[in-house]
T-cell receptor, first 110, second 113 residues
Framework: AQRVTQPEKLLSVFKGAPVELKCNYSYSGSPELFWYVQYSRQRLQLLLRHISRESIKGFTADLNKGETSFHLKKPFAQEEDSAMYYCALSQRNAGNMLTFGGGTRLMVKP | NAGVTQTPKFQVLKTGQSMTLQCAQDMNHNSMYWYRQDPGMGLRLIYYSASEGTTDKGEVPNGYNVSRLNKREFSLRLESAAPSQTSVYFC????????????FGSGTQLSVL
């Protein structure tokens, strides 16, 4: 069965510091991976997906199939990055199941 | 453009009571989903509907039923609420499957006493 693990429930950094939110997955097929973000009092929304290989709000994430990881990184954290971040995995060939990790709360201190 | 609309936003039930959570989307999406969000456990899929007229169980379907009333609407029913169903419930929709971008509603905070 597919599984997504976010080992840190809370990550606290100072403004300007680098950020790395960890995500590991277990899945035997070819995964599609996503990062979703929920800012305070806002809806959960897509931040980025691995197949797009894009940078959104300064965040990037690289799929490492050897380490089965999809860590989210930003070189210089901003206070407005404070939010709940969820890593998610989807399998194209097994229905419409999007599996989420437990989430990491990022707090960026001034 | 409202996107995904959920009602109610808050609800308190007594054990054994029933209720229906409503969800509607105006983006002409084919797929709709119900998730529950619990601290430390992320979002878990309860039921989903890949297209109008079809529904399938997700990861945690026990104690819930769903109805895909039409392309726009996907409701979630608790027939006999239990304290373990205290959670925040999110409805979501996407154009195709979950590999597409999901659009989420604002959530329903449900407490079962």
């Amino acid at each position: 069965a597919q599984r997504v693990t976010q080992p840190e429930k809370l990550l606290s950094v100072f403004k300007g510091a680098p950020v790395e939110l960890k995500c590991n997955y277990s899945y035997s097929g070819s995964p599609e991976l996503f990062w979703y973000v929920q800012y305070s009092r806002q809806r959960l929304q897509l931040l980025l997906r691995h197949i797009s290989r894009e940078s959104i709000k300064g965040f990037t994430a690289d799929l490492n199939k050897g380490e089965t990881s999809f860590h989210l990184k930003k070189p210089f954290a901003q206070e407005e990055d404070s939010a709940m971040y969820y890593c998610a995995l989807s399998q194209r060939n097994a229905g419409n199941m999007l599996t989420f990790g437990g989430g990491t709360r990022l707090m960026v201190k001034p | 453009n409202a996107g995904v609309t959920q009602t109610p936003k808050f609800q308190v039930l007594k054990t054994g009571q029933s209720m229906t959570l409503q969800c509607a989307q105006d983006m002409n999406h084919n797929s709709m989903y119900w998730y529950r969000q619990d601290p430390g456990m992320g979002l878990r899929l309860i039921y989903y509907s890949a297209s109008e007229g079809t529904t399938d169980k997700g990861e945690v379907p026990n104690g819930y039923n769903v109805s895909r009333l039409n392309k726009r609407e996907f409701s979630l029913r608790l027939e006999s609420a239990a304290p373990s169903q205290t959670s925040v419930y999110f409805c979501a929709s996407s154009v195709g499957g979950s590999f597409e971008k999901l659009f989420f509603g604002s959530g329903t905070q449900l407490s079962v006493l």
